[in-house]
C-alpha cells in the first residue's frame, strides 16, 4: 500500500530573489555545521560549513550565519536559480561523547521562473 | 576521482531475501558510513567503520550487517529483507565522523 510520510517544510521563492533557509541544532556543545544540497534522485552534496568560533562564512553565492545563542543555523543563496531547487538540510557535530554528525529533516526549495 | 559509488542503483527484494549492497571510495578515507533515508526523516546511521577491520553499530543497525576488509570498500548486507527496510541508501566517507561526509548517489530499494 501507500506510504504517507511527513512534508517537508517548503521555500518558494522567484528566480533571482534571494533565498534564507532556517535550522535550529539542538547541542550547545556542537562545534561545527554543514550544509548539504539534495537534488531530487541524488546524494547530499557539500555547499558549505563553519566552524563555532565564526559568526558567519561566505561562499560564491552562500552565506551561511550561525547564532550560537539561539542555536540556530541559516544558510541564504543570493540571486536564487532554478538550479538551486532542491532539498537543504544541516548537519552538525554531535558534541561531547556524541561523536558523529547528526542530520535535519530539510527544506525543499523551490524557485519559480 | 570517482570519489564514492554505490551499486546497484535499484533494487527490488521480497521479504525474506538477502542482498548486499556495494560501496567504494578513492579517496583514502578511514571513516565510512551507512545512511538510510525515509520521508520526513533526517539521514540515520546504520552502521560506521573508522578504518579497515573495524566496524561499530549506528541508530538503527538492525537487519544490516558491514564489514571492512579494504580501506576502498564497505559492503552493506541485509541479511532478510522486510518491507520496514524499504528505503533510500547512501554510503558516505569522510577524514573523520565529525566533518564533511562525501555521499555516494544512493541505492533506492523496494522489499515486498
Known amino acids: 500500500g501507500e506510504s504517507v510520510g511527513l512534508h517537508l517544510p517548503t521555500l518558494s521563492v522567484q528566480e533571482g530573489d534571494n533565498s534564507i533557509i532556517n535550522c535550529a541544532y539542538s547541542n550547545s556543545a556542537s562545534d561545527y555545521f554543514i550544509w548539504y544540497k539534495q537534488e531530487s534522485g541524488k546524494g547530499p552534496q557539500f555547499i558549505i560549513d563553519?566552524?563555532?568560533?565564526?559568526d558567519k562564512r561566505q561562499g560564491q553565492r552562500v552565506t551561511v550565519l550561525l547564532n550560537k545563542t539561539v542555536k540556530h543555523l541559516s544558510l541564504q543563496i543570493a540571486a536564487t536559480q532554478p538550479g538551486d531547487s532542491a532539498v537543504y538540510f544541516c548537519?552538525?557535530?554531535?558534541?561531547?561523547?556524541?561523536?558523529?554528525?547528526?542530520f535535519g529533516t530539510g527544506t525543499l526549495l523551490a524557485v519559480q521562473p | 576521482n570517482a570519489g564514492v559509488t554505490q551499486t546497484p542503483k535499484f533494487q527490488v527484494l521480497k521479504t525474506g531475501q538477502s542482498m548486499t549492497l556495494q560501496c567504494a571510495q578513492d579517496?583514502?578515507?578511514?571513516?565510512m558510513s551507512w545512511y538510510r533515508q525515509d520521508p520526513g526523516m533526517g539521514l540515520r546511521l546504520i552502521h560506521y567503520?573508522?578504518?579497515?577491520?573495524?566496524?561499530d553499530q549506528g541508530e538503527v543497525p538492525n537487519g544490516y550487517n558491514v564489514s571492512r576488509s579494504t580501506t576502498e570498500d564497505f559492503p552493506l548486507r541485509l541479511l532478510s529483507a522486510a518491507p520496514s527496510q524499504t528505503s533510500v541508501y547512501f554510503c558516505?566517507?569522510?577524514?573523520?565522523?565529525?566533518?564533511?561526509?562525501?555521499f555516494g548517489p544512493g541505492t533506492r530499494l523496494t522489499v515486498t
Open positions: 579517496m583514502n578515507h578511514e571513516y
Open positions: 558516505a566517507s569522510s577524514y573523520s565522523p565529525t566533518y564533511q561526509q562525501y
Open positions: 548537519a552538525s557535530s554531535g558534541g561531547g561523547a556524541t561523536n558523529k554528525l547528526i
Open positions: 567503520s573508522v578504518g579497515a577491520g573495524i566496524t
Open positions: 563553519i566552524r563555532s568560533n565564526m
